[in-house]
């Protein structure tokens, strides 16, 4: 099995900086600070995540020219379109909102997705984790959502997955371990993949995934 380093990005108006970690993975952020206890906060859009600067080689500025902002028009048409509603976007659509909203590559959301839950939007798992990304009732307390909400559900499902991503350094199939069996049990197999079939055979098929829609 290869070890894929994930290049995190962000498609929104430029500036901000890039984040160094010892793999050689780079991930663009608006901004970091300095924390107790020798850390760093990294601000990406509107969440953040705390690393020890034991895990970050350093800091680079991201020299491209901002953006300019868009000008408003002088009239809006009374009969403009309205921007879709959330219920209305299919799982696709959702999953490719996240996917730049936070920076992962669209193929992978996709892909994590497809895992999981296959697309079906009220999925239940035998160990009772919910929705398209599949997240446990647990996880989803942490991160502050309704597992049941659609739209919630994946948005969230992406921001965690865009942490692990961070937490293993870029390392896709580390974070692709850590989302189907649990961070604890990365750790408890000392950063290594864990044995289980389940896990094996899940990042097996986004590997599969990888080398056709990923590496294009």
Request: proline fraction near 8%.
């Amino acid at each position: 099995m290869r070890v894929v380093v994930i290049l995190l990005s962000v498609s929104a108006a430029w500036g901000g900086e890039f984040v160094v970690f010892p793999s050689g993975a780079r991930m663009r952020i608006d901004r970091h600070e300095t924390i107790d206890g020798g850390k760093f906060r990294l601000y990406q859009g509107s969440g953040s995540t705390e690393l020890s600067a034991s895990d970050i080689v350093r800091f680079e500025p991201d020299e491209r020219q901002a953006a300019p902002p868009a000008q408003p028009p002088l009239q809006q048409s009374l009969t403009a379109p309205a921007a879709p509603a959330e219920a209305k976007l299919t799982p696709q659509q959702l999953a490719d909102r996240a996917a730049d909203k936070y920076g992962v590559p669209r193929w992978l959301v996709r892909s994590v997705m497809a895992a999981e839950s296959g697309g079906a939007q009220r999925a239940v798992s035998p160990k009772g984790a919910i929705g398209l990304m599949q997240l446990m009732p647990s996880t989803a307390a942490d991160l502050g959502i309704d597992p049941n909400d659609p739209a919630q559900n994946v948005d969230a499902g992406v921001r965690y997955l865009r942490d692990l991503l961070v937490k293993y350094n870029g390392h896709l199939w580390h974070a692709l371990a850590a989302y189907n069996a649990g961070p604890a049990a990365v750790d408890k197999y000392d950063g290594k993949i864990p044995p289980y079939r389940e896990t094996i055979q899940y990042i097996d098929r986004i590997d599969r995934d990888w080398l056709k829609n990923g590496s294009n």
